[in-house]
């Protein structure tokens, strides 16, 4: 097998299963990329011409309004493929969203048309993609329900609580704004709140959790 495609399927297991005619396909047209940490890697409104497998890294997914509030959708890491990227290859259509480069990124390109050919010659990748596809979009779901219905001080105690290390959480209020879909001032409020019942403390760039527990038992109220 060679190396390029022995790589993808150590990362990508349900694809080891790939027959001869489907790994030739994939050897012939899927190229290798590295992008750095930062990059754009798609726009809102711009076209989707590969579909890509992520080896390693991380691309933040984020929809931003026209008053500049952002909100994150999910992130593609090692094992992931893009949702709003398989959506664009089979409805024809634009992104919707945008994806940013949080780490160093390498993945495995694939075109749109040999995308086509394997979707219909390859069990397999068909089965992978479509798999991927409705996980996704089973997590958008949750998404939209925490944030159209979910308590501001739930979910925040909750996104603490599970990021929390001893040397605290390196973030800003706008950061975690951003990741809970709500602006920044409800996120600083909370926060207040949270510090003046000794919950955490606040630094500059960095929440210091004091009361674990604390946050646990308001996730589960």
């Known amino acids: 097998m060679p190396r390029m495609i022995a790589s993808l399927t150590d990362a990508f297991t349900d694809l080891a299963a790939l027959d001869a005619d489907a790994l030739r396909v994939l050897d012939a047209s899927a190229r290798p990329v590295v992008i750095p940490a930062g990059t754009v890697v798609f726009t809102e409104g711009g076209a989707c011409s590969v579909y890509m497998l992520v080896t390693d890294g991380s691309v933040r997914v984020q929809k931003v309004s026209d008053g500049g ?17 398989t959506n664009c290859l089979l409805a024809g259509e634009n992104y919707s969203a945008e994806g940013v480069a949080e780490t160093e990124v390498r993945a495995l390109t694939i075109p749109a048309a040999t995308f086509r050919v394997l979707l219909a010659r390859s069990e397999v990748f068909r089965d992978f993609v479509f798999a991927t596809y409705a996980a996704r979009i089973s997590d958008l779901l949750m998404l939209i329900e925490e944030v159209a219905f979910g308590r501001i001080d739930v979910r925040l105690a909750g996104w603490l609580a599970q990021r929390q290390t001893p040397e605290g ?53």
């Open 69 to 85: 509030r952002e909100i994150v959708l999910y992130r593609v890491e090692r094992g992931q493929s893009c949702v709003l990227t």
């Open 169 to 221: 959480i390196r973030t800003t209020h706008q950061e975690i704004a951003t990741e809970l879909g709500t602006a920044r001032e409800v996120v600083s409020r909370q926060l207040k709140e949270f510090e003046r019942r000794g919950w955490v403390a606040l630094y500059r760039g960095r929440v210091e959790v004091r009361d674990a527990s604390a946050l646990a038992r308001l996730t589960v109220t």
